[in-house]
């Protein structure tokens, strides 16, 4: 039924303003605003929608994931602008924040609505 169509996702936020000035100039990423949301545009043309809402809950789950080819310099680049990168029990986490243990190597962090974000590395 849906083949021919384009998906998206989306999630929310509880403040616009401060979500496209860390989605615009702190990742980079091409942002539009239209509609009273913000439309943000993922390498390989992946839209995703960013809406605000009164009542946010953050995420307690990943909601973007980036690929990088090196983590170590994605942290650093993050860390440099701001960015704090989350700790999670269970989880042993270097002292940049990477997970090295199984898996592709992974960092958390936040975006200022509390929704959780990662980079990533595969081996």
Do not use: C
């Amino acid at each position: 039924m849906f083949t021919d169509t384009k998906a998206f996702s989306g999630f929310s936020v509880n403040d616009l303003e401060k979500a496209k000035e860390f989605y615009g100039e702190v990742l980079g990423l091409r942002v539009t605003e239209e509609y009273g949301m913000l439309t943000l545009r993922l390498a390989g043309g992946t839209d995703v929608l960013v809406y605000p809402k009164d009542d946010h809950t953050p995420a307690s789950f990943t909601i973007l994931n980036f690929p990088v080819d090196d983590i170590d310099r994605a942290v650093d680049a993050l860390v440099e602008r701001g960015v704090a990168m989350e700790r999670y029990e269970g989880f042993p986490q270097d002292e940049k924040g990477v997970f090295r243990e199984e898996g592709p190597y992974i960092a958390w962090f936040k975006d200022p609505a509390g929704n959780v974000l990662s980079v990533l590395q595969e081996r």
